[in-house]
């Protein structure tokens, strides 16, 4: 079954950083682009960045709202993407989505498959 | 930053109904748009790419048409399982950006 499982959030103090894990299978992991999408509590949809595949140098962009303080990075041997964040504010509370992006292949930029989401808790 | 607008924010429909959802884009994105749904507690899923093409497995009751600025979702008959919130999406180009939402109720 090709699926996305997101791991590692939590209640962390304003200022603080957490790092998010995301791991994939069922699919070529190293071939995919792969985002973080985030959703604050009754909110709607906010990308968050992207890290491209190996073949594109591992490159990243990121959202205004968390350039400079979040990084994304990736094992392609361990199927996994990270999400480092730190000086984390209240506003950063959201649940924290890994989407998979396009591979050399793909028709389209759109995110195909999700992940179930962790939560991450921006308070003191 | 581009910026994607929905209407409406939110509406109710009955099963069976003709639903239609538009999305305006601040500028030009050609067909670099997506749809997704998303029911409450679950992550989004991918309906539709490239403006009107439909993804592997999403029932053909859903269309999407548009280019330019203006696109819109059409749910031809709406069934008890599409009461969800959807959005749009542009991957024209950084930061990706996603319309506020179009939440879905029933009448």
Same mark, same amino acid.
């Given at each position: 079954e090709v699926q996305l499982v997101e791991s590692g959030g939590g209640l962390v103090q304003p200022g603080g950083s957490l790092r998010?894990?995301?791991?994939?299978?069922?699919?070529?992991?190293?071939?995919?682009?792969?985002?973080?999408?985030?959703? $604050?509590? #009754?909110?709607?949809? =906010?990308?968050?960045?992207?890290?491209?595949?190996? $073949?594109? #140098?591992?490159?990243? =962009?990121?959202a205004a709202s968390v350039k400079g303080r979040f990084t994304i990075s990736r094992d392609d041997s361990k199927n996994s993407l990270y999400l480092q964040m730190n000086s984390l504010k209240t506003d950063d509370t959201a649940v924290y989505y890994c989407a998979r992006g396009p591979n050399s292949v793909s028709t389209h930029d759109a995110f195909d498959i999700w992940g179930q989401g962790t939560m991450v808790t921006v308070s003191s | 930053a581009i910026r994607m607008t929905q209407s409406p924010s939110s509406f109710s429909a009955s099963t069976g109904?003709?639903?239609?959802?538009?999305?305006?884009?601040?500028?030009?994105?050609?067909?670099?748009?997506?749809?997704?749904?998303?029911?409450?507690?679950?992550?989004?899923?991918?309906?539709?790419?490239?403006?009107?093409?439909?993804?592997?497995?999403?029932?053909?009751?859903?269309?999407?048409?548009?280019?330019?600025?203006?696109?819109?979702?059409?749910?031809?008959?709406?069934?008890?399982?599409?009461?969800?919130?959807?959005?749009?999406?542009?991957?024209?180009?950084?930061?990706?950006?996603?319309?506020?939402?179009?939440?879905?109720?029933?009448?």
């Open positions: 998010l894990s995301c791991a994939a299978s069922g699919f070529i992991f190293s071939d995919h682009y792969i985002d973080w999408v985030r959703q $604050a509590p #009754g909110k709607g949809l =906010e990308w968050v960045g992207r890290i491209r595949n190996k $073949a594109n #140098g591992y490159t990243t =962009e990121y | 109904d003709r639903v239609t959802i538009t999305c305006r884009a601040s500028q030009d994105i050609g067909s670099y748009l997506a749809w997704y749904q998303q029911k409450p507690g679950k992550a989004p899923k991918l309906l539709i790419y490239a403006a009107s093409t439909l993804q592997s497995g999403v029932p053909s009751r859903f269309s999407g048409i548009g280019s330019g600025t203006d696109f819109t979702l059409t749910i031809s008959c709406l069934q008890s399982e599409d009461f969800a919130t959807y959005y749009c999406q542009q991957y024209y180009n950084y930061p990706r950006t996603f319309g506020q939402g179009t939440k879905v109720e029933i009448k």
